[in-house]
């Protein structure tokens, strides 16, 4: 067991090393190259995308779908392990509501660049319907943002308080910004009191939130009653597969942070075992899901039906759809099974290939959907008949990606992602210097 300052010093934030500051600089990079596409794209107008009149939905409502599951780990996951006073969570629960909040925020970003009019966004407020789940997709994901943003910060205030204290002699100016932060926190027992009972109270009100934002996203496919998303299971297949695409992303970035800043002795190998085994359970019960969601339409016979499921099984979208589905999900699975696959490099390979199926699952739900049009494709260019994203598309999801990865990375420098004073008092670290630094 470390002590108090060897502790404080191993979590407090640190300057970017050689290798940060290129990895900052790269991103930076994709995200100027989006930019550029993306102001093409507003002065040439869709055009310059793949979509036409039957492919009205792409890459951009796939990557969106891919942030609003991968924020699910952070809010909903997160606030039940809260809740419940799980001894085990507090190394990483601040990485997973990180990812969260960078994920909700791209997941706006994303939407407001799929709209050809951004200018006209104002107009789904002004004008909106309460028939149409849009407008709840537009009501929700703010209250989601929100909640997610309170979720990450009141934990925080304790840290702010000691960091202030921390950096008070060596870095002045962070010193007064995180006293700013703190809110005058001085550790007294009313002051935890209310702390403790926000927390909850924000948690209470994420996990129907965020329940609700997943539910909402299926009913935005499910009611357009096209073949492949006419399915009443898919606000649940939309939930487990969140899990599965949170907890696959938690991993990744955990192993990552635990590298980079040398956190060996606080996320242990006890606590990726411990993910693993919630990443299995997450992986079986998408695969039940995936299963249903195949297993009616084909029991059905319905001539549509059995078209969708032959593009997807044997057909033009089966190579990625089998690529997904047993390298992204069930090999995964499997591999999690064995204690061996859960250590740390194991499993981090496993969450990568998670994290990967996870985002090409999207675009399977997404896109051969959309080539099974209510009218028939006549009269139409052939590059109609098909859909795959153009450059302007991938160079601006690209960024997406990147900012939600950049987001990610300017949180963990400047936050300390291991939660301060709860590990002071789980561990007992020097309980008299702690009362003296609140």
């Known amino acids: 067991m470390v ?95 990180i990812i969260t909040v960078a994920s909700i925020v791209m997941a706006g970003i994303t939407i407001i660049i799929d709209m050809a009019r951004p200018d006209r966004l104002l107009n789904l ?117 969140a899990f599965v695409s949170g907890i696959g992303s938690l991993i990744a970035v955990i192993y990552v942070v635990r590298r980079a800043k040398k956190l060996e002795h606080y996320i242990t190998d006890f606590h990726f075992d411990k993910l693993g085994k919630l990443l299995v359970l997450a992986c079986l019960i998408y695969i039940y899901f995936n299963i249903n969601e195949y297993a009616m339409p084909l029991f059905n016979s319905k001539k549509a039906d059995s078209e969708h499921l032959q593009t997807l099984f044997t057909g033009a979208y089966s190579f990625p759809f089998w690529i997904v589905t047993i390298g992204g999900l069930v090999l995964p699975t499997i591999l999690m099974l064995f204690k061996k696959g859960r250590k740390p490099l194991p499993i981090f390979i496993v969450s990568i290939l998670v994290v990967i199926g996870a985002w090409w699952k999207r675009y399977i739900i997404v896109t051969p959907t959309l080539m099974h049009p209510f009218l028939p494709i ?40 291991i939660p301060i004073q709860r590990t002071m008092d789980e561990q007992e670290l020097n309980k008299t210097e702690n009362k003296t630094a609140l």
Request: proline share 5%.
């Open 378 to 417: 006549q009269g139409v260019p052939e590059s109609w008949r098909t859909y795959f994203p153009s450059l302007h598309e991938w160079v601006i999801t690209s960024a997406t990606l990147a900012m939600a990865l950049l987001i990610i990375t300017l949180l963990v420098r400047y936050l300390p992602i």
């Open 3 to 97: 002590n108090y300052d060897v502790f404080i010093k191993d979590i407090a934030p640190r300057k970017f090393t050689i290798r940060g500051k290129t990895w900052v600089f790269f991103l930076a990079i994709i995200i100027v190259a989006g930019i550029i596409a993306y102001i093409d794209q507003l002065i040439q107008g869709q055009v310059v995308t793949n979509m036409r009149d039957y492919v009205l939905w792409g890459i951009y409502i796939s990557n969106f779908v891919f942030f609003v599951a991968t924020s699910f780990v952070g809010s909903v996951a997160v606030a039940i392990l809260r809740l419940t006073k799980n001894p085990w969570r507090t190394p990483f629960v601040r990485i997973a509501e």
């Open 125 to 241: 407020f002004v004008h909106a319907r309460l028939q149409s789940p849009i407008t709840w997709d537009v009501i929700i994901i703010p209250t989601y943002m929100a909640i997610s943003l309170l979720l990450l910060y009141f934990p925080l205030i304790p840290d702010f308080a000691l960091l202030k204290k921390h950096f008070e002699k060596t870095k002045p100016k962070w010193s007064k910004w995180y006293g700013k932060l703190s809110l005058k926190w001085t550790g007294s027992k009313i002051q935890k009191e209310v702390h403790a009972k926000s927390i909850a109270i924000i948690c209470i009100m994420i996990i129907p939130v965020g329940i609700l934002l997943q539910t909402v996203d299926a009913w935005l496919f499910s009611t357009t009653y096209r073949v492949g998303w006419d399915s009443t299971n898919f606000a649940p297949y939309f939930i487990s597969g």
